[in-house]
């Protein structure tokens, strides 16, 4: 077990990296027209378009009214478009509008840019390790 010093200095790390990540992606992103979290929807879109707004909320891990309020959002920006599902009336199907899909390029490079800025200096050998260790940390925060 991590000496209590340890511990705090871990979770004072952890909270500044998440935040300064946080400010760095939501000046990225305002800079291509969107707000934070949109663009995991986008991706979500761009890997299966049509999708439905109960698996997207899934998907993210989001509940469903915060999709319908971000989808509503982005069909203001014309980005996306909710159709319904012919083969249930209660579904509602999201699409990419034109605008949506050529976002994406740009939506890509600031992506990149965000990685390359935050993982600068880090060998593609510590990424993965990055990885593996946030991943456990986040699952030992929501497992019963």
Known sequence: MASRKTTVDLNNALVRAARAHRTAAGSLLSAVGLHPGQEALLAALYESDGRTQADLAQTLGVEPPTVTKMLQRMEAGDLVERTGDPGDRR????????????????LDKALRQLDEQAFDGLSD??????????TQVAENLTSD
């Open 91 to 106: 579904a509602l199907r999201v699409h990419l509008t034109a605008r949506g899909k050529r976002l994406r390029p740009r």
């Open 125 to 134: 050998r510590q990424q993965t390790q990055l990885a593996a260790m946030l």
